[in-house]
Nanobody
Framework: VQLQESGPGLVKPSQTLSLTCTVS??????????WSWSRRPPGKGLEWIGY???????YYSPSLKGRFTVSGDRSDSTVYLQMNDLKPEDTAVYIC????????WGQGTQVTVSA
């Protein structure tokens, strides 16, 4: 499984942003796969955001639930992360991760929230 993230790199505070994770070598509907997003703010550790399961079920970090939505397009095996009301502290490298017992990592995409 290979993962490639993409999306706008720079946004202003309070705006909405959607990131795309393009999946190749697999399908998001394959049983027992979980497709998640994590982020690494500058100078900080990895923070898990949430996932969408092969069944379509989603689950989020309690601290981030509400402004972040993970979704998937089963027709073309794409996973999305929508972020609302962005804040400067949301500045980070956002990474798509697939899990089936092993972790498969994308390279990440930089998101900077600044006026």
């Amino acid at each position: 499984v290979q993962l490639q993230e993409s999306g706008p790199g720079l946004v202003k505070p309070s705006q909405t942003l959607s990131l795309t994770c393009t999946v190749s070598g697999g399908s998001i509907t394959t049983k027992f796969y979980y497709w998640s997003w994590s982020r690494r703010p500058p100078g900080k550790g990895l923070e898990w955001i949430g996932y969408i399961a092969y069944s379509g079920t989603t689950y989020y970090s309690p601290s981030l639930k509400g402004r972040f939505t993970v979704s998937g397009d089963r027709s073309d095996s794409t996973v999305y992360l929508q972020m609302n009301d962005l804040k400067p502290e949301d500045t980070a490298v956002y990474i798509c991760v697939a899990y089936d017992g092993w972790n498969y990592w994308g390279q990440g995409t930089q998101v900077t929230v600044s006026a």
